[in-house]
C-alpha cells in the first residue's frame, strides 16, 4: 500500500528485480501447465533463476543441501517451463511447467498429496492424489 | 530422502503437524478454484491455519505488519477456501479458494500479472491479465 516511489515501481514496471529473503531466495510455485494442480512449492537463489531463465528447465536451491538444484537431475523427473510469472512485489515466482513424470521426490505427481478438512472441532487429514508414480529408493539409490 | 522415523512419519502420515520457520510460518499458495490460476502466495502462522481450517475463509499472518489477517478484511476481497491441501514436508500449503472480487492489493485478480521471457541474453517482462478489478486508491483509504 506504500505509494513510495521503489514500491511503484517494483509492483508496476517492467524491471525485473527480485526481491530476495535475508537468505538470498525468492518462493517459486510449480504448477502443471496442463491441470493447474500446484505441484511443489520450492526456492530460487539468483543463480536459480537465471538458468530457469536461460534454459527453459527448472532450477531450484536446495536450501536441505545448501546446494543449487537442477529438477530431476537425480531422479530424471524434469520440469520444461512454459510460462513464468512474478508477483506484485517481486519476492515470489511462479512457473507452469510441464512435469515428467511425478514432481514429488515421495514418488507422486504433486507433494500436496494430503488434503486437511475441519472435524469434529479438529482437524482430519487423508489421501488424495496419492499413488506413486515411481519408487523413490529406486530413483534415488541407483 | 531421509528414511528417519520423523521424516516418514510427517511424509507419510495422516498427523497435521506443520513445520513452521524460525518466524512461526509456514507458506501458502492460493490458487483459483476455478482456473487453476495462482492467485497469491502468502503466510500462515498457527493462528491463521486454525481460523481457515474452523472458517473455511482464508487468514494469513502479514509479515510487514506482524498481525493476523483475514483475506479482505479491508478490501472486502475475501476468499473461500474450496480445498486446503499440505505438502510432503509440511511447510507448505495449497488452498483451492472461490476469490471474490480480486486477490491483489493492486486492484487485479491475481498477484501475477507479469510474465518473465528470455530475451537477447536477458530478461523481457511484459504484463499479462493485468486489468485492475478494483482501484486501490478507493478500496483501501475509504
Same mark, same amino acid.
Given at each position: 500500500?506504500?505509494?513510495? /516511489? ?15 529473503? /535475508? ?29 530457469? #531463465? ?38 515470489? #515466482?511462479? #512457473? ?47
Amino acid at each position: 500500500m506504500s505509494t513510495s /516511489a521503489t514500491t511503484n515501481d517494483r509492483e508496476e514496471g517492467l524491471a525485473f528485480r527480485p526481491k530476495f529473503d /535475508a537468505s538470498g531466495l525468492v518462493t517459486c510455485v510449480a504448477t502443471d501447465a496442463a491441470t493447474g494442480d500446484v505441484l511443489m512449492v520450492a526456492h530460487m537463489n539468483d543463480e536459480a533463476l537465471r538458468k530457469t #531463465i536461460e534454459s527453459g528447465e527448472a532450477w531450484y536451491f536446495s536450501r536441505s543441501r545448501n546446494a543449487l538444484w537442477r529438477k530431476g537431475e537425480s531422479s530424471g523427473q524434469t520440469q520444461r517451463v512454459v510460462e513464468m510469472r512474478m508477483d506484485c512485489d517481486q519476492d515470489a #515466482i511462479w #512457473i507452469r511447467v510441464e512435469q515428467h513424470g511425478a514432481a514429488c521426490h515421495t514418488g507422486r505427481h504433486s507433494c500436496f498429496y494430503r488434503k486437511i478438512e475441519a472435524a469434529d472441532g479438529g482437524t482430519r487429514v487423508s489421501f488424495v492424489d496419492a499413488e506413486r508414480q515411481f519408487d523413490p529408493e529406486k530413483v534415488y539409490r541407483k
